[in-house]
């Protein structure tokens, strides 16, 4: 049976990345599928062969995701509300059969799945929720108190009421919101059970198949250094941060006559020019292919962003983590429980202790071990076709 799906995600390259070949395999199986993205993501979706939903993105990332809980909650709930009027205006009368959407951006889809009486699915490229282990609680553990002021709890209490408003508008205050975590339904999760913290605990309803990580193959403007030389890959990945260039700065310093080869992925900031003159043995560019460098790595040095850490683990790359976000906090202290790398405090550690953590890292063999095991159990979660076979067999099913 072939039918009609909506995907909905979140507007960030690591979380609309792992949709892509799923998407293109349900299209190749005769489905048709509608993908609700922000602008920039067109290309890339049109590209699988979707039927592209474009809305207007409200997230801050010019601006900066705000630091108190109470902002950020508001960001990311007016983030997932705004595909609402352009997906009720092209749904109504072409109703799809399954609604798909990202773990950060659950409320258009799941609102449109009740409204309906639609299956909804969440696909989720970060750790997952159950009753054992809560994501939210991991990330509010680490940013200390977050007992929220009172100027927090008007804000979200002024948003509720604006919220309101909007579905009222659409014509949906009628449906019940109750219950919208992913723990309440089918969810497709795009790491490997053993990654996953309290793994062991989640049901069939988790259907883990490992990152769907496209075949990047060599990159044709990098080349390795000669055989024998060490390389460590550094980046923070693409999303803005601050103090980047200062961080650059500093590694390209402390890995000056040392032996290491080191490549710095800068992102979209800062220019290479920023960083001034660099050592003989450190290279900065805007952007390689991760995979090029990664399969000539012995450590990868990363921000902790759940798609990097999956790229170096599904090599067997073992990790340096400098993690910023409360998410990424826990994406490393994983990593670290596992014995997949060490974490090391962005904020406070010099420079030289970044090296002597790399040097660690690479000279303790466990390390190496631990990071092929997991290859190995990414090789074998599934991938594509698992996550594919998943979703179609919930298309029959009444709404959740």
Same mark, same amino acid.
């Given at each position: 049976?072939?039918?009609?799906?909506?995907?909905?995600?979140?507007?960030?390259?690591?979380?609309?990345?792992?949709?892509?070949?799923?998407?293109?395999? &349900?299209?190749?199986?005769?489905?048709?599928? *509608?993908?609700?993205?922000?602008?920039?993501?067109?290309?890339?979706?049109?590209?699988?062969?979707?039927?592209?939903?474009?809305?207007?993105?409200?997230?801050?990332?010019?601006?900066?995701?705000?630091?108190?809980?109470?902002?950020?909650?508001?960001?990311?709930?007016?983030?997932?509300?705004?595909?609402?009027?352009?997906?009720?205006?092209?749904? *109504?009368?072409?109703?799809?059969?399954?609604?798909?959407?990202?773990?950060?951006? *659950?409320?258009?889809?799941?609102?449109?799945?009740?409204?309906?009486?639609? *299956?909804?699915?969440?696909?989720?490229?970060?750790? $997952?929720?159950?009753?054992?282990?809560?994501?939210?609680?991991?990330?509010?553990?680490?940013?200390?108190?977050?007992?929220?002021?009172?100027?927090?709890?008007?804000?979200?209490?002024?948003?509720?009421?604006?919220?309101?408003?909007?579905?009222?508008? &659409?014509?949906?205050?009628? $449906?019940?919101?109750?219950?919208?975590?992913?723990?309440?339904?089918?969810?497709?999760?795009?790491?490997?059970?053993?990654?996953?913290?309290?793994?062991?605990?989640?049901?069939?309803?988790?259907?883990?198949?490992?990152?769907?990580?496209?075949?990047?193959?060599?990159?044709?403007?990098?080349?390795?250094?000669?055989?024998?030389?060490? $390389?460590?890959?550094?980046?923070?990945? =693409?999303?803005?941060?601050?103090?980047?260039?200062?961080?650059? =700065?500093?590694?390209?310093?402390?890995?000056?006559?040392?032996?290491?080869?080191?490549?710095?992925?800068?992102? @979209?900031?800062?220019?290479?020019?920023?960083?001034?003159?660099?050592?003989?043995?450190?290279?900065?560019?805007?952007?390689?292919?991760?995979?090029?460098?990664?399969?000539?790595?012995?450590?990868?040095?990363?921000?902790?962003?759940?798609?990097?850490?999956?790229?170096?683990?599904?090599?067997?790359?073992?990790?340096?983590?400098?993690?910023?976000?409360?998410?990424?906090?826990?994406?490393?202290?994983?990593?670290?429980? &596992?014995?997949?790398?060490? $974490?090391?405090?962005?904020? =406070?550690?010099?420079?030289?202790?970044?090296?002597?953590?790399?040097?660690?890292?690479?000279?303790?063999?466990?390390?190496?071990?631990?990071?092929?095991?997991?290859?190995?159990?990414?090789? @074998?979660?599934?991938?594509? =076709?698992?996550?594919?076979?998943?979703?179609?067999?919930?298309?029959?099913?009444?709404?959740?």
């Amino acid at each position: 049976m072939t039918g009609h799906i909506a995907f909905f995600s979140f507007p960030a390259y690591a979380h609309l990345a792992p949709t892509l070949p799923v998407v293109e395999e &349900l299209v190749r199986r005769g489905h048709r599928v *509608t993908y609700a993205a922000a602008d920039r993501f067109a290309d890339q979706v049109e590209a699988v062969g979707a039927e592209l939903l474009r809305y207007d993105s409200t997230f801050p990332w010019q601006e900066g995701i705000p630091e108190n809980v109470a902002g950020q909650a508001i960001a990311f709930i007016d983030e997932a509300l705004s595909p609402l009027p352009a997906a009720l205006e092209r749904f *109504t009368g072409d109703v799809p059969d399954l609604f798909v959407h990202d773990s950060a951006a *659950t409320e258009a889809a799941r609102l449109l799945a009740r409204h309906w009486g639609r *299956t909804s699915v969440q696909s989720s490229a970060v750790f $997952v929720s159950n009753s054992a282990f809560s994501l939210n609680q991991a990330q509010d553990a680490g940013r200390g108190d977050n007992q929220l002021p009172m100027g927090d709890m008007a804000a979200l209490e002024k948003f509720a009421q604006r919220q309101d408003e909007i579905l009222d508008g &659409l014509g949906l205050s009628h $449906v019940d919101i109750e219950g919208f975590g992913g723990d309440n339904g089918p969810n497709v999760v795009y790491l490997p059970r053993e990654f996953q913290v309290k793994g062991e605990t989640f049901g069939p309803e988790f259907c883990f198949v490992g990152p769907m990580l496209a075949d990047q193959g060599e990159d044709d403007d990098w080349r390795p250094p000669a055989a024998g030389v060490p $390389v460590v890959l550094i980046s923070l990945g =693409t999303s803005p941060s601050p103090g980047r260039a200062e961080f650059f =700065t500093n590694c390209a310093k402390a890995f000056a006559d040392t032996p290491w080869h080191v490549v710095m992925t800068l992102g @979209s900031s800062p220019h290479p020019d920023e960083l001034g003159p660099l050592p003989a043995n450190v290279e900065a560019r805007q952007w390689v292919k991760h995979p090029a460098v990664l399969r000539h790595a012995d450590v990868f040095v990363t921000h902790s962003g759940m798609g990097s850490v999956m790229e170096a683990l599904s090599i067997g790359v073992p990790l340096v983590c400098v993690p910023h976000h409360a998410e990424q906090n826990v994406n490393a202290a994983r990593a670290a429980e &596992l014995g997949l790398g060490v $974490v090391v405090d962005r904020e =406070t550690a010099a420079a030289d202790e970044l090296v002597d953590q790399v040097n660690r890292v690479a000279g303790d063999a466990g390390f190496r071990r631990a990071a092929e095991a997991m290859r190995d159990s990414i090789a @074998s979660a599934g991938g594509v =076709t698992r996550a594919t076979d998943f979703v179609e067999s919930l298309m029959g099913n009444s709404g959740n």
